[in-house]
């Protein structure tokens, strides 16, 4: 099977690196160039829960793209706002064949995808891996963390995909597995992620400091609980019982990961806010529940973003 990675920060470098070691013929579609440079020289050099490895990778840019020739599969890692240039990058190793595979924060995914292949083509889901890039070609993760993605449409061939694209994570070390109830899974870290994410930018925390004080952890839990009952309008229900459990479990063993969103507040860069807060307070909207909370954090990050953007 013939992978493209797209999307290569932290996860994507992650993900692909452990394909790349178990053997697979990845490659990893890189916009940065010192990212891009690193990896061509030394390659990835990926630390996991105190280890070290340096991973040989196949690394092209967009306009080489199409030298990897056609995917069986493309991998998708970009933040959302990010997806369509991403996959016009590389369209060259798309064709009728083709299945798109979306982890992406936020809510949504399947439906961008659907701009480049048919619905029935598409495999969505969601990773609860952290990462972290060090430096230019260098990746931390940590923890144990299990990915979960389903077919979109009922073609029997893309959930043939989706069985063996799950089995060689596996392999690779990245627990995976196929879940026909992925959307309550994406929920609940959709919920999740509106409050940490924002929070932890917003106060320059990360969630062990931000869950120390009783203040910030309450508000944490309401924001999510805001989340859920949006998901509950919409038809899935979230066991909120288990994003108590997941608080706790960050509060012990991510103490010092740094969000995304964090990372990208302060690099300058445009957040995920709109396909987070901005996708709940919108479906809350539409659907008659109100998100106050959840539009608070959303207009105060949009704030923040209007300091350097």
Sequence with gaps: MRIMIVGVGALGSYFGGALAEAGHDVTLLVRNHAHRAAMRENGLILHRDGTE??????????????QA??????LVFTKTGATH????DARPVIDETTRLVSVQNGLGNAEMLADFVPMDRIIYGTTMAPGDIVAPGVVRTHGQHVTQFCAAG??????????DLARMLTDAGLQTRVNPDVDRVIWAKVS????MNSLCALLGRTPGPLLDDPETKALVLATIMEGCDVAAAAGVEVDRGALRDTI??????HRDHKPSMLVDVENGRRTEIDSLNGAVAAAGERLGVPTPRVQT????????????L
Aim: with cysteine; net charge negative.
């Design 53 to 66: 490895a340096r991973i040989p990778v196949t690394v092209v840019d967009s306009e080489a793209a199409g």
């Design 85 to 88: 240039a991403a996959l016009a």
């Design 69 to 74: 020739g056609i995917a069986d599969i493309v």
């Design 154 to 163: 009922t073609d029997p061939g893309t959930a043939a995909m989706a069985d």
């Design 192 to 195: 999740f992620n509106c409050a």
């Design 297 to 308: 954090l959303l207009a105060l990050i949009h704030a923040r973003e209007a300091d350097y």
């Design 248 to 253: 706790e479990m960050v509060h012990r063993e």
